[in-house]
């Protein structure tokens, strides 16, 4: 993939913190307290002043997951597709204006898709199922991870989850390079808006994805699949269980897909390994 950096104007928006104080009180309202609670803004994305879709995000890097959205979404074949991205808004109301290569915006046009997104599906308003099920390049394949990569992970990653960490409410996806070392993560309220995040910095800051592996804390159902099969990812660490569908897509594409339990051995699910009973 060209990982070209698009433009970005600077963001004309102001957008609230990504987690806020508030109050409660116990339900016999025998005490009271403040806590932190996660944020989350309406992301209203036009492409060539087209609107495609409103996401419901935490208001941080949103310029990583617009980028990251349009790769994972098919919406552009790679990055310099970008010409220009400009932000405006405020509170919980947010804009996002993209401009892309006559090419993306054709193809767009022709999908015929309007997207309504939320926290917890990838896949609305698709109109068809030819688009939730679209054909996807197949990956060259790569070597499986070694073993001692993964020791200790889920430790490891909670460096890369501050939000998470304070308030909770929000999903991680980090990124490990091809020495095993954790690289970069991004947090957002929605499993697959956190890994757009990702993939969209990784774009950003020019990162090879060679030998690499994404690692998601959700759930790992098709979408993910499908948006590092977009990027060329070619190993995905899940540490939830994967979805049968999922896991004949990543055997089907040649993505490596493994399961890391929270009290047993990682279960490597693609490539299919052979029965040892």
């Not at 116990?26 to 609670?37: F, K, M, N, Q, Y």
Request: glycine letters at 8%.
């Amino acid at each position: 993939m060209n990982a070209k950096r698009p433009q970005c104007a600077a963001p004309a928006s102001v957008t609230p913190a990504a987690s806020q104080n508030y109050h409660y009180v116990t339900l016999d309202h025998s005490s009271g307290a403040e806590t932190a609670l996660a944020e989350e803004v309406a992301l209203a994305i036009a492409y060539n002043g087209i609107s495609q879709a409103v996401m419901l995000v935490t208001p941080t890097d949103l310029e990583d997951f617009i980028v990251g959205f349009s790769l994972g979404s098919g919406i552009i074949k790679d990055a310099s597709e970008i010409y220009d991205l400009k932000l405006t808004g405020a509170g919980p109301a947010q804009y996002a204006q993209v401009e892309i290569a006559s090419r993306a915006f054709w193809n767009l046009k022709q999908q015929r898709r309007q997207l309504a997104g939320t926290s917890g599906c990838g896949l609305c308003g698709v109109e068809a199922v030819e688009q939730a099920l679209p054909e996807l390049n197949v990956l060259a394949g790569a070597p499986l991870p070694p073993a001692q990569w993964l020791e200790g992970l889920r430790q490891r990653i909670s460096e890369f989850q501050p939000l998470g960490q304070h308030c909770g409410a929000v999903h991680a996806a980090v990124y490990m390079d091809a020495r095993g070392e954790l690289l970069m993560g991004r947090e957002d309220i929605g499993r697959h808006n956190a890994l757009d995040k990702l993939i969209g910095a990784l774009v950003r800051q020019n990162i090879d994805f060679s030998g690499g592996a994404a690692i998601v804390t959700s759930r790992c159902s098709l979408e993910l699949i499908q948006k590092v099969l977009r990027a060329g990812i070619q190993t995905l660490i899940s540490l939830s269980s994967p979805t049968g569908l999922a896991l004949q897509w990543a055997r089907r594409h040649n993505l490596n897909l493994i399961h890391l339990p929270q009290k047993s051995a990682p279960r490597v699910y693609s490539p299919a390994q052979e029965s040892q009973a």
